[in-house]
């Protein structure tokens, strides 16, 4: 079981530590918010839709080296024909 904490200060976004599966298979999780002076504590179920992934196996690569998207000579982060 993978578990991460996050501090929360104030109304937005907040993300949880990265996960990376390790095999493929049905991953489910749970989000909760444990309360303050004026919001109620909330959990989502662990089968809710939007708690849900399944992560498939990885198609082996089985041919020619691929092209790089990068033109000889050109640099990767620099409009083309900008100054090195």
Do not use: I, L
Not at 1 to 10: A, E, I, N, Q
Not at 44 to 58: L, M
């Amino acid at each position: 079981m993978f578990t991460t904490s996050v501090d929360v200060d104030g109304n937005g976004r907040y993300r949880s530590d990265a996960f990376r599966p390790r095999v493929p298979g049905a991953y489910r999780w749970v989000a909760s918010y444990s309360g303050d002076d004026g919001n109620e504590a909330v959990r989502t179920s662990c089968d809710d839709e939007d708690e849900r992934v399944v992560v498939k196996k990885k198609k082996p690569y089985g041919g020619k080296p691929r092209p790089s998207p990068v033109p000889p000579g050109e640099h990767p982060h620099r409009p083309q024909g900008h100054p090195a």
